[in-house]
């Protein structure tokens, strides 16, 4: 069963949106991925968005750049939460995306996330860890991939204090 949507505006916007579902599919969530605008396709936006929430989609995660206003137009069909990614495809740098995202009128929030690929992939983040308050094992791999960061610093952190130990050693020595 499909439990996360994530839409993009256009199909230009798959290389910024690809690590969202990157990690979706790491942590074993079914997804839908798919473009549909708010602008060009309003009427194909308002049906997946009924179509899919009749199916049981649990989050809707929406990117768009410009006038952003896809993830607006999805929290306007819906009450499940919906996560929105700002994208940086115009001269404004993402800064027209981003306020066009995050500025929602009370009652129809938009979570949003950062600009482009970080936030590509914290939304998918957000999402599972939505999923994860009803799903016990879903909630067990979220903590097994903490631990998994914790170690990646942990490992970095020896590797440069080593480094750095070797340099200064080499100083002394010369
Ligand atoms: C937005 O306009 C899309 O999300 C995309 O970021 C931007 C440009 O779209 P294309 O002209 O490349 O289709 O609606």
């Not at 579902?21 to 991925?33: D, M, N, P, R, S």
């Not at 909630?139 to 990646?152: I, M, T, Y």
């Amino acid at each position: 069963m499909i439990k996360v949507a994530v839409f993009m505006g256009s199909a230009s916007d798959e290389p910024l949106m690809k690590p969202c579902v990157e990690v979706l599919a790491k942590l074993g969530i079914e997804y839908l991925f798919t473009v549909t605008s708010a602008h060009r396709t309003p009427e194909r936006t308002e049906r997946l968005v009924a179509e899919l929430e009749a199916q049981g989609c649990q989050v809707f995660i929406c990117a768009a750049g410009m006038a952003a206003h896809l993830a607006g137009a999805v929290a306007a069909r819906t009450t499940r939460p919906v996560l929105g990614v700002p994208l940086a495809a115009s001269p404004l740098s993402g800064m027209d995306a981003l306020f066009s995202t995050v500025q929602m009128p009370p009652g129809f929030p938009v979570g949003t996330l950062a600009l482009d690929k970080a936030g590509a992939k914290n939304a998918a983040w957000m999402a599972a860890q939505i999923l994860a308050l009803s799903d016990p094992g879903l909630a067990q791999r979220l903590k097994d991939e903490r631990a998994g960061f914790v170690a990646a610093v942990e490992e970095a952190a020896v590797a440069v204090e080593e480094a750095d130990a070797a340099r200064c050693a080499g100083k002394q020595g010369s």
